[in-house]
């Protein structure tokens, strides 16, 4: 039967980034879901402040909708879209980033839900907490104060991460681009910083929502490399692909490559298209559910 792909965006990111791979993804005869996580897409806090002229000091304070969700709050939300998406066929559950975090938390629950999980430049911790890997020496290339050069407000007071992507500030914009998208044009960076939203969700989970041998680790997986990534090195990246299949040695990673940044897969889809539509013709590994 037919697979459908269900695909998970990352931070601040929302279902609208993935219109163009779903339009790549339908031209080749698939059929594909974008998911929104709790506070994403249109359940988002876009407030007055945000808008021009920016108040900075108002979106400083201002509540966001986002605050309090929870990484179970994401994968249950998953889980559910994924039950109603089991009902027409096998699944092909795609995560992106931080996307990664809510669909191996889903996969630890519902393994049944999933005939495969491919993670796109995507966390799938195993080893460490999220927090801590960034502490290791995949990460020091990362420039951490690109973010923090639009950081708003104070995460502890407001209960969630904001970031003021309208900014005009050329230093934080060329940090942004550099960390992102490097390999596009000026105009197709600005156009991927206006679909994003301002806040994100603080809970990245704990030790308890690491992949799981015992149930995430019957899913046969794939693990999409990008070469290019600067917010996700590729040193991390394969650290991940090294830690998972030492988890499940019997069922290891089928491990693809795509070139570019972490964001250049969306820009220019149909490479990813292309290569999502042959993972829906492969066989589960002997070993595997």
Known sequence: ???????????????????????????LGHRSVAVD??????????????????????????????????????????????????????????????????ATAAAN???DLIDRIV???????VALDVGDYHAEPEMATVDTASLGL?????????????????????DALAALKALFLADGTDEEFLTFLN??????????????????????GR??????RLTDDASMPLALQDRLIREGDELTPDNPYDVRTLAGSHL????????AARLLGELATLPAPSSGR
């Open 1 to 27: 039967m037919q697979p459908t792909f269900v695909l998970v965006h990352g931070a601040f990111a929302n279902s609208f980034s993935m219109a163009p791979l779903q339009a790549e993804l339908g031209l």
């Open 37 to 102: 996580l709790p506070g994403h897409g249109f359940g988002a806090t876009y407030t007055r402040a945000y808008q021009a002229p920016q108040d900075l000091a108002g979106l400083a304070t201002a509540p966001g909708s986002i605050k309090g969700v929870t990484l179970a709050d994401n994968a249950a939300h998953l889980i559910g879209i994924l039950e109603r998406a089991k009902r027409n066929g096998p699944v092909i559950l795609v995560a992106h980033s931080r996307g990664g975090i809510t």
């Open 109 to 111: 629950a519902r393994p």
């Open 119 to 125: 993670y796109v430049a995507a966390w799938c911790p």
């Open 150 to 170: 639009a950081m708003v407000g104070n995460p502890a007071e407001l209960g969630l991460l904001r970031v003021n992507f309208r900014t005009a500030d050329p």
């Open 195 to 216: 679909t994003f939203q301002p806040d994100e969700n603080l809970d990245v989970g704990s030790s308890a929502d690491r992949a799981q041998a015992a149930t995430w």
């Open 219 to 224: 899913v046969p997986k794939t693990y999409i």
């Open 264 to 271: 250049k897969w969306l820009v220019d889809p149909a490479p």
